[in-house]
C-alpha cells in the first residue's frame, strides 16, 4: 500500500533543504508526498528554535494534528529540526501524541527509525555531521525548481551570545567540494537554472581537498563554469568571514547576484561586544565599500536584534546611524528573544515597552528604504527569472537580480528563462510589471 508522508517546514532556508532532502530519503521505503494533511500515514514538523515559543508552537501543533485525526488511524508523528535538537527527549515525554524526535544531524538514520518502529517512542539527536552528509550524498537531490537550495555547510563555532544554533546544529561542518558540485549537476539536469548556497555561516565553507583547500569562492567558480546556471547566491554569511577571496568573485564572476545578506545584529561596538559578534561595526563598513568600488551596484540587507540586554539609547542611535548610512534595500530586525542554554539568557532584560518601541522606529526606516529601492525599478525594465506560475491565479513568479519577487502576465514557456519584464506597480514587498513585447524577451 502507498504510504504519504506531509511535511511541515518552519524556520530557515537550511531547513527547507532539509525537508527536501528528508523527502529524497522517505521516498527509498515507499513514502510518496502529500499536501493534504488529513491524508497522511507519517505527518513530519521539522522546527525552528531561534526565537521564543518555538516549543510552543510544536505543541500547538499537535494538538491541531490531533484533532485532524480524532476519527482516524494516527499518523506517525516525527519532530525534526531545530527544537527536536533543543527539546530531544523531553518532547517525548510531555506529549506521547509524539513518537520519533530526530535531530538535523541524524537524518541519515530517519528510514530505519521509521521502518522499525515500534510502539515506544524514539529519540535521535546525535552531532555526526559528517555521517548525515555521508549518507545523503548517495541519494540524488530530486528538487526541480528553477531556483534551488544546495547545502554546503552547518553548524557554527562562533557562539553570539544570543543564538541557539551551534547548540541545535553543532560545530561548524563543511561539505565534500566535489559532492557539491555532483549535486549541483543532479539539480542543473532536474532544471535548476539559480544555485542558492546555504549554510548557517556559509562564507566559513572550508574544505580540505587532496590537492588544495576549498573555499566559497572556489565553489562559486565552479558553478560559474555550468552554463545551465544563471545566478548563483549564497547566504547567511558572518562579516569575519568576508575574505578577499570571495570579495574578488563580485568582479570576476558574471552569474553572481549583486545582493548580499550580511547580517550585522547591531550598530554599536559595544553591543557587538556584548554579542560577541566578532566583529565591528567598523569591519562591515570597510567589506560595505570594497564591495561598492567593484560594483555599485550590489546592495546589501541584515539582521537586526533590537532590545539586546544592556542597549542604551545611544547604542540605538547607533543603530539608526548604521542603517541611514547603508540603506539596505531589504532586512529582518527582531526582538531580542532570550534562548534557554544561552549565554545571553540570563541577563537583565530592558524595559519592554522601549524595545517594542525602537523596533517600530527601526523597522518603520528599514521598510521605507525598502519600498524607495522597489520604487527605483518603477518604469524599468528589468531582468527576471520566471521560476513558476503562481497558485492563486494566472500570473507568473519570478525574481530580480536583488532576489525581489516579481509578479507579470507570463506563460509556462517562459518558466526558467530570464525575461525582461516593464515595472508598472510595486509594494513593499514586490514588484509588477508586464512582459516586454519590444525587447528580445529571452535576455540570457
Ligand atoms: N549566522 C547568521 C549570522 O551570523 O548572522 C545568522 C543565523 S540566525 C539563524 C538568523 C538570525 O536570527 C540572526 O541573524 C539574528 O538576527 C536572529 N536571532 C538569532 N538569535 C536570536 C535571538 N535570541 N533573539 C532574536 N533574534 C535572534
Ligand atoms: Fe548564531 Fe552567531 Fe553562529 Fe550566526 S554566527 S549562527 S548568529 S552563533
Ligand atoms: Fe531555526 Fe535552526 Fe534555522 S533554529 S533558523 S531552523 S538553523
Request: net charge positive; hydrophobic share 35%.
Amino acid at each position: 500500500m502507498v504510504k504519504k508522508i506531509f511535511i511541515k517546514t518552519f524556520g530557515c532556508q537550511m531547513n527547507e533543504y532539509d525537508s527536501n532532502r528528508i523527502f529524497d530519503t522517505v521516498k527509498k521505503i515507499g513514502f510518496l508526498k502529500t499536501s493534504n494533511q488529513s491524508e497522511a500515514d507519517c505527518y513530519l514538523i521539522n522546527t525552528c528554535h531561534i526565537r521564543d515559543k518555538a516549543k510552543e508552537k510544536v505543541y500547538h501543533e499537535v494538538g491541531r494534528v490531533k484533532k485532524i485525526f480524532r476519527n482516524k488511524k494516527k499518523p506517525l508523528f516525527i519532530v525534526a529540526g531545530c527544537v527536536a535538537q533543543a527539546e530531544n527527549e523531553e518532547m517525548l515525554k510531555r506529549e506521547p501524541y509524539i513518537d520519533i524526535v530526530i535531530g538535523p544531524q541524524s537524518y541519515h538514520q530517519i528510514n530505519s527509525l521509521i521502518s522499525n518502529y515500534k510502539k515506544d517512542q524514539k529519540e535521535l539527536t546525535e552531532f555526526e555531521t559528517k555521517d548525515k552528509f555521508d549518507y545523503l550524498d548517495k541519494i540524488k537531490n530530486t528538487s526541480s525548481k528553477v531556483s534551488s537550495f544546495l547545502t554546503i555547510q552547518e553548524g557554527c563555532d562562533k557562539f553570539c551570545s544570543f543564538c541557539v544554533v551551534p547548540y541545535t546544529r553543532g560545530p561548524e561542518y563543511s561539505r565534500s567540494f566535489e559532492k557539491i558540485i555532483l549535486e549541483a549537476q543532479d539539480l542543473v539536469k532536474s532544471g535548476s537554472k539559480e544555485i542558492i548556497l546555504l549554510g548557517q555561516n556559509v562564507n566559513a565553507y572550508s574544505f580540505k581537498g587532496k590537492t588544495k583547500k576549498y573555499r566559497l569562492s572556489d565553489l562559486i567558480n565552479e558553478l560559474e563554469k555550468f552554463k545551465e546556471i544563471k545566478r548563483i547566491r549564497y547566504t547567511t554569511s558572518h562579516p569575519k568571514d568576508m575574505s578577499d577571496d570571495l570579495i574578488d568573485c563580485y568582479s570576476n564572476s558574471k552569474k553572481l547576484q549583486p545582493f548580499v545578506h550580511l547580517p550585522i545584529q547591531s550598530g554599536s561596538n559595544k553591543i557587538l561586544k556584548l554579542m560577541n559578534r566578532s566583529h565591528k561595526v567598523e569591519k562591515y563598513f570597510e567589506i560595505y565599500e570594497k564591495l561598492k568600488k567593484i560594483n555599485s551596484k550590489i546592495e546589501f540587507s541584515s539582521d537586526f536584534i533590537i532590545g539586546y540586554p544592556g542597549e542604551t539609547d545611544e547604542d540605538f542611535r547607533d543603530t539608526l546611524n548604521f542603517l541611514n548610512k547603508i540603506k539596505f534595500i531589504n532586512s529582518y530586525s527582531f526582538l531580542f528573544s532570550p534562548r534557554p542554554g544561552t549565554p545571553a539568557s540570563n541577563l537583565d532584560l530592558i524595559d519592554h515597552e522601549v524595545a517594542k518601541d525602537r523596533l517600530i522606529k527601526v523597522q518603520k526606516i528599514l521598510f521605507q528604504y525598502q519600498l524607495k529601492h522597489n520604487e527605483s525599478f518603477l518604469g524599468k525594465k528589468i531582468e527576471v527569472l520566471v521560476e513558476n506560475k503562481m497558485k492563486k491565479n494566472q500570473m507568473y513568479f519570478g525574481r530580480n537580480e536583488y532576489f525581489n519577487g516579481v509578479i507579470f502576465d507570463g506563460n509556462k514557456k517562459l518558466v526558467g528563462q530570464i525575461v525582461k519584464i516593464k515595472i508598472d506597480k510595486v509594494n513593499q514587498n514586490n514588484l509588477f510589471g508586464k512582459i516586454d513585447s519590444n525587447s528580445d524577451m529571452k535576455a540570457a
